[in-house]
């Protein structure tokens, strides 16, 4: 247990790691944490350079409030491992600071068009960075990822049935996995999120924290070991995991609990030294995008309508918006003056998504405007 081992040759000390079916040389980052487990220790215990007075908890403070009800006083960051007993913060607090200091604690999210990274002239239809602590980048990339994920549904004889492209359960699990179980000790790596037309991809630093490739083993009953049992113990008083280790399971849960699951439809998980990934697959991508559409009558296909960007106009049930529709109506109701990047900011809607809501709502005698597009106002018909 007392890495790392060495292979001694002419006064050369090297460390070599298992990968796939060969022996490779470790790098500075896995032999970093090689010297942690052998010294019993993680990266979010160890103190940092930064001193605790300089940073504020803020967003934490009322994070912990809203879940538990309580306050956090001064003597609980000791307890929690955020703070040492000379006033430091640990590397586990910078990550919970307001401002974390921390280059790495990043979230890349790309919105690709088409299946691969460069199918066209057109790359990447959005993207963003995210920087900061890890509630605020679980927040941001859940927002992103939500704005991406396209929901369908379809009516039957007696109900309507509806189909995320990604359950947000299963979404949310993969998050968490990623920001609590990442190797920080990666200076200018990040966390990279990528959304193609039929899979999302969450892909974090840091393979299975005991060398284990995840692919090997069978998912629905793998033994937690966690990289930074700090943040992990945090974020299960935060209600935000489990210390059961039931994250994989949830997430495959999420997915066969799904409106047209299938086998096809199960994520796939991945890891090697360096790196995890988690591949979430597009329930809604196919050539029939209703997997009973041939079984429904003419009237019940007529009726099928995705609940995407485009005109909701259910046909027998009356014309039925869509929540962005919905939103966007609100803000154009209480001001009939808004403009389209206006209503994109509010939003965070992109803008032709913005644009494509509103003619919707104009086509459907939602809303109709009075004067010019420049000096001109909203009337509200109906809502």
């Known amino acids: 247990m007392n890495t790392p081992y060495y292979l001694i040759e002419n006064s050369t000390k090297i460390t070599f790691i298992r990968a796939g079916c060969s022996s490779v040389q470790a790098d500075t980052p896995i032999l970093h944490e090689l010297i942690l487990k052998g010294s019993n220790r993680t990266w979010d215990t160890l103190k940092s350079e930064f001193l605790a007075k300089d940073f504020s908890f803020t967003f934490l403070e009322s994070y912990y409030y809203n879940i538990t009800g309580n306050h956090i006083e001064k003597s609980d960051y000791y307890s929690f491992g955020f703070i040492t007993k000379d006033g430091f ?14 280059l790495q604690s990043r979230v890349f999210c790309t919105r690709w ?38 929901k369908i549904w379809y009516k039957t004889p007696d109900s309507r049935i509806e189909k995320e492209s990604f359950p947000e359960r299963a979404v949310f699990e993969a998050l968490v996995n990623a920001l609590v179980h990442r190797d920080y000790g990666v200076v200018g790596s990040e966390i990279h999120i990528d959304i193609f037309d039929d899979r999302l991809e969450i892909n974090n630093p840091g393979g299975m924290y005991d060398g284990e490739p995840v692919q090997t083993q069978d998912i629905e009953n793998i033994i937690s070991t966690r990289r ?9 008083r935060i209600k935000l995991m489990e210390r059961r280790g039931s994250g994989f399971r949830k997430i495959l849960n999420a997915i066969k609990t799904s409106s047209g699951y299938n086998e096809a439809s199960l994520p796939k998980f991945t890891s090697s030294a360096y790196n995890f990934t988690i591949i979430l697959q597009n329930m809604n991508h196919q050539k029939d995008i209703a997997p009973t559409a041939n079984k429904l009558t003419k009237t019940q296909k007529l009726d099928f309508i995705p609940s995407n960007d485009g005109i909701n106009d259910g046909i027998n049930d009356g014309i039925k918006l ?25 939003t965070g809607f992109p803008r032709p998504t913005v644009e494509r809501a509103v003619k919707a709502l104009k086509e459907n005698s939602f809303i109709e405007r009075e004067g010019s597009k420049k000096t001109g106002i909203w009337k509200v018909l109906k809502t």
């Open 89 to 102: 913060l640990t590397n586990a607090g910078t990550v919970f600071a307001d401002v974390c200091p921390l």
């Open 113 to 150: 068009n088409g299946l691969t990274k460069a199918p066209s002239t057109i790359d990447a239809i959005d993207d963003k960075e995210f920087s900061g602590n890890i509630l605020q980048l679980l927040q941001e990339s859940q927002n992103f990822i939500k704005i991406h994920n396209q």
């Open 228 to 236: 930074n049992p700090v943040i992990a113990d945090f974020m299960t």
């Open 322 to 346: 869509t929540d962005k529709q919905q939103d966007i109506l609100e803000l154009i109701k209480t001001n009939p003056q808004i403009t389209n990047i206006e209503l994109s900011e509010k």
